[in-house]
Each structure stands twice: as structure tokens, then as C-alpha cells.
């Protein structure tokens, strides 16, 4: 399948919504673990992205659009959630420069250099948990489902299964990064917000292609 | 919860609009990023520009602290959050009077990776910047484990030392050796009575029984390190000194800075009460008391409770918390 600037926008609007939806949620799992406002950082950015995507449309390169993502989304929030998800979309742009359509391939290496960002940038490792412990086994399913010869829409539900997985074993973590690392043991029996918000991105974006493709069949 | 606000979104930006009005001697925003706040009237050739920050939520921390013998400039956050880099790398610009910028913050993730981004784009720009993480909040970490541990009301004494040295005429060098050197000697440990309430969620910071206390809590309604019944002032306030000397010990003779912060909505008799034991305490042991503060200094939003920092402070140190300041929220003569 293909994906064009158009689609690559709706993937992003849709994401948005996603974490608008669940903001609420999302800052709950923060007071037990943090200062309980990750669902308000993520909705203000993710808010934020929405609106600069209103400059964009379907003759925009994908580079462009991510990069300016990347930027909008650093510039709302600031915090810890800024740097690595910026970092993340610039990353990302990298992949897609001066592209306006998207193969299957290429939205495998935009998501891996998107994570690789968050990677080198928080420096977590996963079983910290943090957000890595979603992408990172995420990934690693990502890659492995496209060696199997999967495709995308296949690879990325297996993606989404791991980035469940991994955000559902971040209650059995003692927290060692970031503000809750404070806790120690009572960081315990409570699920990263962080890994739950990369498990809704990569979810909402995996719901998305995968109604493209069946309109498209 | 109740507040005196408008809107939850535009609460950041109201109270700039607000502060800025009120002490216009003192500071103003830039005119790209309302979050760039600098001092009016300290930045002057030679001079190490200090810069600090975080989220908003703690005032009087950090914008309050603009101005002569303190802080040049300040990029403003979100509430609890740390600033991007594009206000922090504006305000770098605005108070580099060519003998480089020093960042003051205390060691959170956010804070380290963007101001971190921020010095890199300065550097680029030919503005030297070096940094100073502060980590005074001993709950935060173990002993052997000091540069993990945050920065929490000690950050105000370290800011004080660094302001007071870049106003002395320190080189940028000498600014970081003393700063890193107060960093190293300033030790906090806080009781929390009562939570904080996001005004963006509504909801509070963490759950606290009416009869409870939390030892070690953080400055964002981060939840301590123990939980346990509300003692008497005494007791809490030997507690908080215990965990603070066995981490820090101090023998007959030392000297010490003593602040008994406020975080929010405990009053003053309190802190009072609490600096009596504390001051009874250290005269037992025979530290001398250099200097004082007690009040609100790195608040959490309306978070019940106080801490108590010490600075064991030598001749350098001692020197440089007697330097004057004139800044909207903090006046020493």
C-alpha cells in the first residue's frame, strides 16, 4: 500500500484525538507514579501538532510535515515528553525528506528512526520503566514481523501487541528514570504513563493504516 | 478546588501578563517568546549572565529571583514542566554580555535534555554556556548516588551563591567551581501535609489521609519516601534534620544556612515553629547559624508542608550569601 502527505496528516489528526481522548486517563496513571499531569503535556502538544498540520496538505513532503511536528510539538511542552518525541519526528523527517508518497518500506525506517531518537536521547534502557519499554519490544516485533515477509498493516499489529505487552509489564518495574524514579518500590504495581501514551500513538497510527488498506482493497 | 483563574490553559500566560506589569523595574518579557523574561537592569559587560528555570508552579522560584545579585533571566515553562530550548536559547542571547551564561535547574530529566539542547544551539552560536544541576533533595537518591538525586528548595541558595558571584565579578570558570562547590554542601529534606492541585487536571498531586504526613516529598506533588501519622513540629522537624546530618554531617564549629521553605499553603507560624527546633538542634550540636530564611521560596503550587535545607557554608561561601540582592520577590540589603 501507499501512503500519501494527505494520509500521513489524517495519521497525525488522528493521533491528537487519541490523546485527547485519553488524557484524562493518562494523568492518572501519573499521580501514582509522578505529578500527575502527563495527559495534560501530551494533549497541549499533541493539540498543538493539530493545528500546525492546518498549514499543511497533501502536496506537503512528509519530511516537512514530521519535521514541523517534531518542532511544534518541542516547543508546546518543553518537559521530558518534548524532547524525545521532537527529537523522535526530526528524526523521522530524516527518512521521508521530499517525499510526498509512502511505501510500505518507508514507513518501517520512519518509525525505527523515530524510536532510535527517543533511544539516544533519554538514554533509558528498557526495563527502566518508561516510554522505551513500549517502542522498544515494539520495534523489535516491527522488524522481525517484516522479515517474516508480513506486511505493513500485519507488522504493525504485531507491533502494537508488543507495545501492549511492554506497557502492560512496566507495573511489575521499579522506576528508574524521570520524576517517579524517586519512589523506588512504590513505583510498583503501577503502569508507565509514558509507555501508555507510545502504546495509544502507535495504536491510533496502526488503526489508521489499517483502514486505508481496506478501503483501498 | 477552588482558583482565582480564568481559563486552566491560559494560566502560564496570565500570570506572566500579570508579574511583568506588576514589576516592570525589574523585568520584562522578549517580544518572539512571551516565556523570555530577563532583568531590566543587571546584564552589563563582563558580567556572567545566570539563567534559571524549570516549570511554573513554584513561584516565588524562579521569576521572582530576576534581578541584582540574583538570576539575569528565566525561561517560564508549563506548569511543572521544563521550558523548550527556543525560550531558553532567547534568554541566553539576551543576557550573554561576553563572558558566557551559566543554567541553574534542578536535575530533572526535562530540564537536562532541553536546556541541554538549548546550551548546544548557544554553543553554536559562539555563546559559551556551562551548567550547574542542582541536587539537594536527599529523598531523591541514596547517598552513593548524589548526581541522581533532584533539585528542590536548595535550589534557591545555590542560585543565591551563583547570582552573588557573577555580580562579584567572577569569571564564568570561577562562577561554576563556586556554584558546583555550594551544590555540593547544601543538603533538603521536606514534609508534605497536603497535596497539590493541577489546575489543568483539577485533580490532586497525591492522596493524604487528615491525619497523615509524607517525609521526602518532591516539589511537584511528587508522593516521599514515607508516609506515616502527623507528629508534633519537634519531632518532624528532628526527623527531616536526623535524615539531613546523616547524609551531611556537621561537627562543633561548622557553619551553616539554614532555610525553612514554604511549599504552598502552610503558614508562617509553622515555619517559625519549625525553625525554632531546627535552630535548637543546631545550637546542641554547636553549628553556628550564618544566615537565615524562612518563608515561601520553591512553593508547589498550594501543596501543604515545608522543608528545611542546610549549607554547611566556608568563608567563600559565607561571603557570598551576604552579598545584597533586589529582585521582585527576594530583597536582601
Keep these: 500500500m501507499k501512503l500519501t502527505s494527505a494520509d500521513f496528516i489524517q495519521a497525525l489528526r488522528k493521533i491528537a484525538d487519541r490523546i485527547e481522548q485519553e488524557k484524562d486517563y493518562l494523568s492518572e496513571l501519573d499521580r501514582a507514579v509522578g505529578d500527575g499531569d502527563h495527559g495534560v503535556t501530551m494533549s497541549i502538544g499533541w493539540q498543538a501538532v493539530k493545528a500546525k498540520l492546518e498549514e499543511f496538505d497533501g502536496n506537503s513532503t512528509c519530511g516537512e510535515i514530521c519535521k514541523a511536528v517534531g518542532m511544534t510539538f518541542l516547543n508546546a511542552v518543553g518537559s521530558s515528553v518534548g524532547p524525545l518525541y521532537a527529537t523522535a519526528f526530526i528524526r523521522g523527517s530524516a527518512v521521508l525528506q521530499g517525499k510526498t508518497e509512502l511505501n510500505e518500506d518507508d514507513i518501517v525506517q520512519f518509525w525505527i528512526a ?3 531518537g527517543i533511544l539516544e536521547r533519554g538514554k533509558a534502557q528498557p526495563g527502566e520503566k518508561t516510554m522505551v519499554d513500549a517502542w522498544h519490544p515494539a520495534m523489535a516485533a516491527l522488524k522481525a514481523s517484516r522479515e517474516a515477509g508480513k506486511d505493513l498493516a500485519a507488522s504493525l499489529e504485531d507491533a502494537v501487541k508488543a507495545a501492549e505487552q511492554g506497557m502492560k509489564s512496566t507495573a511489575e518495574m521499579l522506576s528508574q528514570k524521570g520524576r517517579s524514579s524517586r519512589l523506588g518500590e512504590r513505583s510498583l504495581g503501577h503502569q508507565d504513563p509514558g509507555a501508555t501514551s507510545a502504546y495509544m500513538i502507535l495504536d491510533s497510527f496502526t488503526h489508521t493504516i489499517k483502514s486505508l488498506q481496506s478501503l483501498a482493497s | 478546588m477552588k482558583k482565582l483563574i480564568n481559563h486552566p490553559a491560559a494560566v502560564v500566560e496570565e500570570m506572566l501578563e500579570g508579574f511583568v506589569a506588576a514589576h516592570s523595574r525589574y523585568v520584562r518579557q522578549l517580544p518572539h517568546n512571551k516565556r523570555s523574561i530577563v532583568s531590566t537592569n543587571t546584564v552589563r559587560p563582563g558580567k ?3 539563567i534559571c528555570g524549570g516549570g511554573s ?18 525561561p517560564v515553562g508549563n506548569i511543572f514542566a521544563s521550558p523548550p530550548p527556543d525560550p531558553i536559547l532567547e534568554v541566553t542571547r539576551a543576557v550573554d554580555a561576553g563572558a558566557g551564561v551559566i543554567y541553574l535547574y534542578g536535575n530533572y530529566a526535562g530540564d537536562c535534555m532541553n536546556f541541554d539542547m538549548a546550551a548546544e544551539l548557544a554553543g553554536m552560536e559562539g555563546i559559551r554556556v556551562e551548567t550547574v544541576r542542582i541536587t539537594d533533595d536527599v529523598a531523591s537518591a541514596p547517598k552513593s548516588e548524589e548526581d541522581r538525586r533532584r533539585g528542590i528548595a536548595g535550589d534557591f541558595l545555590v542560585f543565591k551563591v551563583a547570582g552573588a558571584a557573577a555580580d562579584q565579578g567572577y569569571s564564568l570558570d570561577e562562577v561554576v567551581r563556586v556554584t558546583s562547590k555550594a551544590n555540593q554542601v547544601t543538603r533538603t529534606m521536606g514534609v508534605a501535609l497536603s497535596p497539590c492541585f493541577n489546575p489543568q487536571t483539577g485533580r490532586p498531586s497525591f492522596e493524604l489521609g487528615p491525619d497523615e504526613m509524607e517525609i521526602g516529598l518532591g ?5 516521599g519516601v514515607q508516609k506515616g501519622k502527623i507528629k508534633p513540629a519537634d519531632e518532624v522537624a528532628g526527623e527531616l534534620l536526623d535524615r539531613i546530618l546523616a547524609d551531611m554531617p556537621l561537627s562543633r564549629g561548622d557553619r551553616a544556612v539554614v532555610l525553612v521553605n514554604g511549599l504552598g499553603s502552610t503558614t508562617y507560624m509553622e515555619f517559625f515553629i519549625m525553625y525554632r527546633r531546627t535552630a535548637q538542634i543546631l545550637a546542641e550540636k554547636g553549628v553556628e547559624i550564618h544566615r537565615s530564611y524562612v518563608g515561601e521560596y520553591v512553593t508547589s503550587l498550594e501543596m501543604g508542608g515545608c522543608s ?8 567563600e561561601l559565607a561571603r557570598l550569601m551576604d552579598h545584597p540582592a533586589d529582585c521582585p520577590m527576594f530583597v536582601q540589603m
Excluded: C, R, W, Y
Design chain 2, 57 to 74: 508552579g513554584h513561584e516565588p522560584s524562579f521569576l521572582g529571583l530576576i534581578g541584582k545579585g540574583m538570576v539575569d533571566g528565566v
Design chain 2, 219 to 223: 516539589i511537584h506533588g511528587e508522593p
Design chain 2, 308 to 315: 528545611i535545607t542546610l549549607m554547611k557554608v566556608d568563608d
Design chain 2, 48 to 50: 556572567v549572565g545566570v
Design chain 1, 114 to 116: 523515530a524510536v532510535n
